[in-house]
């Protein structure tokens, strides 16, 4: 046995020290971002022949570093789409890197991969999947809906095969305008055309619209991608129409519920929801609203066996893998090597139960409503549209980018939250993203305070 040197133990205790103090942080400061120009002066030089040690590079990062990182868990934060790992998952997350895991295949990470299942099953079941439904945690929302993609494409081109059909001369994946750039992006990657159809009046994809672009693009089309909960306004599409019109035609349904689909876990809210039971395939990042840390995207399809069609790495050093017939995660998409990034999330649901995730997404819903009335009765302000998870949207009368943009420096700069503008339709508008449970109403109320004083400020 080899001794655990005294430097090994004095570096470790004073990392976990550190981890201790920000996972316990009351008041933790939103921070600001510097320029590379300022960086370079308060911290260039630490990657030297010898190295500076533990104490001088962890006080680099303490001192210089951190507090130019945007604390996404702050409560002020409500731009994007906010972080708020539970107390638990971030504990947890300590665990997961300090085992050294490999979660790429059961041989090597049975335990670990186990529990990661359980959570896919969970989710599964929640969202109406069959018993057979299976996944796995990838990266991102961006690496789940590339993942997914790949997978119905795959299917389309075997079928193609199987009956002797040429495949067409450019696949094409249908999905609303509204969409996120991830689709784009994952299209761009496969070499494929994207059909962005524009939604209605009322933000979402309806079934019409997609059977019209389905007639026009005939067998081209191989996948069709419903969105549960916009990006931009928390919108979901008419899913259960969209489910007929795709069924009938044996095209792929995916639905990218990256942010919006964890919504389903609050029972008044299932209605909205109606046909994500038909999907083939579904994500939902557990890093923004299931309240675990960076990174995490649980990837979920219905018949997990066109994923390993699609997906398995073949090599003669790693087939030993596939023996003894168990799932890999790593062969479920995009990926070899992964952490056991599902962990945190497991142990987090497990020590809580799942009553109080459903209860903390439902806090963000009702806060939502609540401040679009308050946004909605305010002189000056204007509601875009009525929010339906998370994602309120508006407007300050007569304000350009400008006006904006100057408010939006100084409301970080004070260290009161951070809001950037956003853009809808061409016009600028302002958008609260309410993920973190400890947002309040009056901190929201707050914000809003000085908007009307700079409006004032702006007049006068
Ligand atoms: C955030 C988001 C994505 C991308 O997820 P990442 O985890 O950032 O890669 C995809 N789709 C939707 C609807 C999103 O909100």
């Known amino acids: 046995m080899h001794a655990i040197s005294e430097e090994a133990r004095r570096i470790v205790e004073s990392v976990i020290d550190y981890s201790r103090r920000r996972a316990l942080w009351q008041d933790i400061p939103l921070d600001l971002p510097d320029s590379p120009e300022r960086l370079a002066l308060r911290a260039s030089g630490s990657i030297t022949r010898t190295g500076i040690g533990a104490e001088e590079a962890l006080r680099l990062w303490d001192q210089e570093l951190a507090p130019t990182c945007l604390s996404t868990d702050h409560p002020g934060y409500l731009s994007f789409i906010p972080s708020a790992p539970s107390k638990a ?32 099953a969970w989710l599964a079941e929640e969202f109406g999947l069959p018993p057979e439904a299976g996944g796995v945690f990838v990266q991102g929302g961006t690496i789940g809906n590339l993942s997914a993609l790949v997978a119905a494409r795959d299917v389309a081109r075997r079928r ?12 094409v994946v249908v999905c609303s305008a509204e969409s996120h750039s991830s689709i784009a992006s994952a299209a761009s990657v496969m070499d494929i055309d994207v059909v962005g159809i524009r939604p209605g009046a009322d933000g979402r994809l309806h079934a019409d619209a997609v059977e019209r672009a389905l007639d026009e693009h005939g067998e081209a ?10 990006t931009n306004f928390g919108i979901i599409d008419d899913i259960g129409g969209i489910a007929d019109a ?31 039971e038909r999907a083939d395939s ?12 960076f990174d995490a995207c649980a990837l979920i399809y219905r018949d997990p066996r ?13 087939d030993t893998l596939a023996d003894g017939g168990m799932v890999n995660p790593s062969d479920l998409a995009v990926q070899l090597t992964r952490r056991a990034r599902g962990l945190p999330l497991w142990f987090s649901l497990a020590t809580y139960g799942t009553e109080e995730y459903r209860s903390a997404i439902g806090y963000g819903i009702a806060l939502a409503r609540r401040i679009a009335d308050e946004i909605a009765a305010r002189p000056g302000l204007t509601l875009v549209r009525e929010p339906q998870l998370s994602v309120v949207v508006f407007r300050v009368d007569g304000w350009a980018s400008e006006d904006y943009g100057r408010w939006s420096e100084r409301l970080l700069e004070r260290q009161h939250a ?43």
């Open 89 to 120: 998952s971030i504990a947890f997350d300590l665990i997961v890197s300090a085992s050294s895991i490999y979660g790429g295949s059961w041989l090597e990470g049975a335990g670990a991969v186990y529990a990661e299942n359980e959570v896919i």
């Open 160 to 171: 193609n095969a199987a009956a002797g059909r040429p495949n067409p001369s450019r696949w």
């Open 221 to 230: 089309v191989f996948a069709v991608v419903a969105t549960a909960g916009t």
């Open 246 to 276: 795709v069924h009938a035609r044996d095209v792929w349904l995916h639905v990218d519920g990256a942010y919006g689909l964890a919504g389903m876990l609050v029972e008044e809210m299932r209605p909205a929801y109606r046909g994500v």
């Open 282 to 293: 579904v994500i939902v990042d557990p890093h923004k609203w299931l309240f675990a840390p």
């Open 306 to 318: 066109a994923a390993l069609r699609a997906h398995t790495q073949h090599a003669e050093y790693l």
């Open 418 to 460: 951070f809001v950037v503008p956003s853009s809808h339709d061409g016009e600028p508008v302002l958008r609260f993203a309410i993920v973190n449970p400890q947002t309040s109403f009056d901190l929201l109320c707050s914000i809003l305070d000085t908007l009307v004083e700079a409006r004032a400020d702006r007049a006068a």
